[in-house]
């Protein structure tokens, strides 16, 4: 392992002035379950290390005029242990509920999952369900965007060399909608996720579609909307028929995303049982609303 000057900052203005005098040459850790073991491999050379675990204003999360804000320091554990994201964000819950162990759950940040832009990340693929912002601060101010518009590949963000990500937000859900998300993996715990799918449907007072935002990971360079599906959903009945009639338009669209890659075969259609799982997780909550089917 290289050599390093280590900064342990205790507040948001300390961490963004080293992040500005060392631009760069500093690598940031969080939670440190990715950076510890490029460290240890010697695949990252950092000049310098911005330690921010201590900067307790980032860790929260919290609803305010219906908006979700969550601080890029809570741990998956903190969002897996949250009430409210337990009843009312089922989809982002679930992503933090699958993510490896409890140890990386207690030490992993969701904002370093976000920033990290794995392929197969769990937690962005239920952000963008979710059509979350990103907002990203540095000395100079403070700038937000989309986190579809965030990201650019596999371990590529558009997150300037002196900037930290401080806050994921989100409109809170409401009753007439319901979210899932769905893992598949080679085994059933600490497992990387081989199709994520994440899903948010909104139902008028007629059990029609009124909204659908549907997100596949781990199969293009980051998690992605499928409008094919969305519109397919939006206008029709909530219903087991409907969702029934979309899974081959899974099968389609991620052959249409893959259709060099070696596992092709395997995710066009195992997709579809994960897309099945999924919508099984949204008629269940619908139901549990205490809204006709």
């Known amino acids: 392992m290289k050599e390093f000057s280590f900064f342990s900052p205790g507040t948001l203005d300390e961490a963004l002035t080293l992040m500005n005098q060392y631009k760069g040459k500093a690598s940031v850790i969080a939670g440190g379950t990715d950076i510890v ?52 964000v089922k989809s982002l819950y679930s992503a933090c509920y699958y993510v490896g162990s409890p140890q990386i759950r207690n030490l992993g940040t969701i904002g370093g999952n976000v920033v990290n832009a794995s392929v197969a990340g769990d937690t962005p693929t239920a952000f963008i369900s979710l059509d979350a912002t990103v907002v990203l601060r540095s ?44 893992k598949l993996g080679k085994r059933k715990a600490l497992v990387i996720v081989v199709i994520g799918l994440a899903v948010l449907l909104e139902k008028d007072c007629n059990n029609i579609c009124s909204k659908a935002q549907v997100v596949i990971g781990a199969v293009a360079r980051y998690p992605q909307r499928l409008p094919l599906i969305e519109h397919y ?16 338009l899974f099968s389609q669209t991620v052959y249409e995303m893959i259709p060099t890659r070696a596992s092709v075969g395997y995710k066009k259609e195992s997709v579809k049982g994960v897309a099945s799982k999924t919508f099984d997780s949204i008629l269940s909550d619908f139901s549990l609303c205490g809204v006709e089917e």
């Open 139 to 182: 000395a100079a101010g403070k700038r937000e965007m989309k986190l579809t518009d965030f990201y650019g590949g596999p371990g590529k963000t558009e997150l300037e060399k002196d900037e930290l990500l401080t806050e994921i937000y989100f409109e809170a859900p409401t009753e007439q909608m319901a979210t899932a998300y769905t």
């Open 37 to 88: 073991l490029e460290l240890n491999d010697r695949s990252h050379h950092p000049d310098y290390i911005v330690d921010i675990s201590k900067i307790k204003e980032l860790r929260y999360v919290k609803v305010v005029d219906g908006i979700v804000r969550i601080g890029a320091l809570s741990t998956f554990t903190d969002l897996e242990n949250d009430p409210y994201l337990r009843d009312h």
């Open 233 to 248: 959903l939006v206008g029709k009945p909530v219903t087991k028929e409907t969702f029934d009639g979309c899974r081959d």
